[in-house]
């Protein structure tokens, strides 16, 4: 407990998983786990197992892969029942370094009216369950949930329950983001002083926060000076409603700050700005661009007050570098003249590292980028790569579209798409609008019933000729329910996302990743479409 050091346990897969319309398959969850392990999170909270068949073996599969001896400890989630606890050690039991995490609510609100148990029940069932998870694996976290606005004296005996069966990690979950930092800072501190076996154990205090009213960080961060050693915190703050402790946000605060806090966590920083980048595309989140250390507007010095101070001196204006999270910078790198050899060299200075076919195909798109727009910066390189990299396996590809429209026309749209099975097959439809006309006409190739709650569209970079990031979400109509471990069934949002300098392009390639996620997510519950 008097390290100075803090674990930084990443739920990204987990609970950043649970935001609407972020839901990942599993190739993608094992691209994110092994770009978590290159940014040197401690912990991966991998998935919870017990939610579906494929959710438990993305879970193994991670396991498997990421989860090597000098790799990050690999924890799935499980609720404190023996059912989901054996499903949760089927999936990390691969992982050298296996963790089962199980919770049980204990405020008033959650075991009154959700679980209808007393407190000596709940007392009974974390010391019986943590027992039970301590018979597999040695490793074992318990989260007292909604700890916020639990009785503080019911919950040191709830967490003397878990510490006496062997938990040796108790995380503390203020679930609806309800705390202030002094609250909760002298929650953590209360829970250190009071629970008996925490300090004779060397048990470590975890946090976990919410951002409901905008104060998760805040409160991770008074946790910590409180003593938790450990934080639990999502790329992007992802997660349930408003998210979680944003892992970028909380690292280089300690790390920018760390004369005031004296503590160090192992995450390799410049790692940071990629990972983001990946997880933003895979589940369809768009970071906000004043977002604090990877929006796109966090090393931006538009103000001329601001650019001359930063020329005179680079400190009156910024914190901390932009290269310190691995930020690309804006600038004019390459054009339409530049060849392959230049720009393979940019792809390895931004930190790519791509094979010859993957190299080929992202100087193919960088020439028709270049063709259409004089400018490509490293924000641009960044946005088709990504577009590249990150995509879910494509059941269908959008070949071509075509769209008449203007004020006296009825849009009609003409599309083209490519099965996986190769077969092309084409449709026209008309709409209220060009993107409408389009959806409709893709609606009709690929009948995957769905409703179109949010259509997004932003640029990449400034200028008439600049690159437009399109994303939208779809629920689908008439699948399965998938289950979220805190609050039941609920209907699974999809989202996609298309980059390109024509928008309708973009509109089409992001409904059509849309849709693709639906088809492959329904595969793998075993749904028909
Ligand atoms: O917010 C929460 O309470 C959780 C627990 C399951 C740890 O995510
Ligand atoms: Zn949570």
Known sequence: MSSDRVFIFDTTLRDGEQSPGATLHTHEKLDIAKQLARLKVDVIEAGFPAASPGDL??????????????????????????????????????????????????SDIHVQHKLRMTRAEVIATVGDMVALAKQYCDDIEFSPEDAGRSDPEFLYQVLAAAVASGARTINIPDTVGYTTPEE????????????????????????????????????????????????????????????????????????????FYGLVTGIDSPEIHRTSDMVSRYTGL???????????????????????????HKRTYEIMDAELVGAPESKLVLGKHSGRHAFRNRLVDLGYELDEAQVNEAFRRFKELSDKKKRVTDADIEAILGEQLYQPIEVWHLEQVQVICGNKNIPTATVLLRREDGEELASTAMGTGPVDAVYQAIQKIVQ????????????????IDAVGDVTVRVQGEGELLRVNPQTGPHRTIYSGRGVDTDIIVASAKAYVQALNRLILTARERKEAV
């Open 57 to 106: 073996d993305a879970v193994a599969e991670i396991a498997r892969t990421v989860g090597k001896p000098e790799g990050p400890i690999i924890c799935g989630l499980a609720r404190a029942n023996p059912q989901d606890i054996a499903k949760c050690w089927e999936a990390v039991q691969h992982a050298a370094r296996p963790r089962i995490h199980t919770f049980l609510a204990t």
């Open 286 to 312: 768009v970071v906000q661009p004043n977002k604090a250390i990877v929006g796109a507007n966090a090393f931006a010095h538009e103000a001329g007050i601001h650019q001359d101070g930063m020329l005179k």
């Open 184 to 259: 909760f800072g002298g929650l953590i501190r209360d829970i250190i002083a009071h629970t008996s076996g925490v300090r004779e154990r060397d048990v470590v205090v975890s946090v976990h926060t919410h951002d409901d009213l905008g104060l998760a960080v805040a409160n991770a961060l008074a946790g910590v000076r409180a003593g938790a050693r450990q934080v639990e915190c999502t790329i992007n703050g992802i997660g349930e409603r408003a998210g979680n402790c944003s892992l970028e946000e909380v690292v280089m605060a300690l790390y920018v700050r760390k004369p």
């Open 448 to 463: 995957a019933p769905n409703q179109l709650i949010e259509y997004t569209v932003q640029g990449v970079t400034a200028g």
